[in-house]
C-alpha cells in the first residue's frame, strides 16, 4: 500500500517557520494548484478574457527539520516549487468541543522551480540553490 502526493503549483504565502519544544523545525507553506474548471455538462469552458476557466485548490504542505530550514529560508509567495510526499489527516477538538477534521501533505522533497520574489529585503534568495 502506497500513500504518495505529488503537487505542482505556486506558494500562496510566504511560509511560516516555527520550532517545536523538542528543538524540531517545522515549516507550513500554501501551494495552489490549478485545473480546467468544467460546466453542468462536464465541459471546459473559457472565461471572459477567453482564456480556459480555471479552479485553484489550496494545499497545506509541512516541512520538517533541514527541508524545513531550506524551505522557510528560500521560498517564498508566489515560487512554483513541486512537493512530494505524503498526504496525512487530523483530527481534533476545539475549544468549544467540536470535532474538527484536517488534510495536509508532510513533505519528503521540495523542487524550485523558479526563484522566489524578491522585496530589496534581506531575503533576495541570492544564495538559494541553483535552479536546473
Known amino acids: 500500500m502506497t500513500n504518495i502526493a505529488i503537487l505542482t503549483g505556486r506558494i500562496a504565502r510566504d511560509p511560516e517557520t516555527r520550532e517545536t519544544q523538542g528543538g524540531t523545525n ?3 507553506i500554501t ?3 490549478d485545473r480546467p474548471a468544467r460546466d453542468k455538462d462536464g465541459k471546459t469552458y473559457k472565461d471572459e478574457n477567453g482564456y480556459t476557466a480555471k479552479e485553484s485548490e489550496f494545499h497545506r504542505v509541512t516541512c520538517f527539520n533541514g527541508l524545513a530550514k531550506t524551505v522557510g529560508q528560500y521560498c517564498s509567495k508566489g515560487q512554483l516549487v513541486s512537493v512530494q510526499g505524503r498526504i496525512h489527516y487530523t483530527q481534533w ?3 468549544d468541543g467540536v470535532t474538527r477534521y484536517g ?4 513533505a519528503d522533497k521540495v523542487d524550485f522551480l523558479s526563484r522566489g520574489n524578491c522585496s530589496g529585503d534581506d531575503n533576495d534568495n541570492t544564495d538559494a540553490p541553483e535552479i536546473d
Open 103 to 106: 488534510t495536509e501533505i508532510l
Open 93 to 95: 477538538e476545539d475549544k
Open 31 to 33: 501551494v495552489v494548484t
Open 26 to 28: 517545522v515549516t507550513g
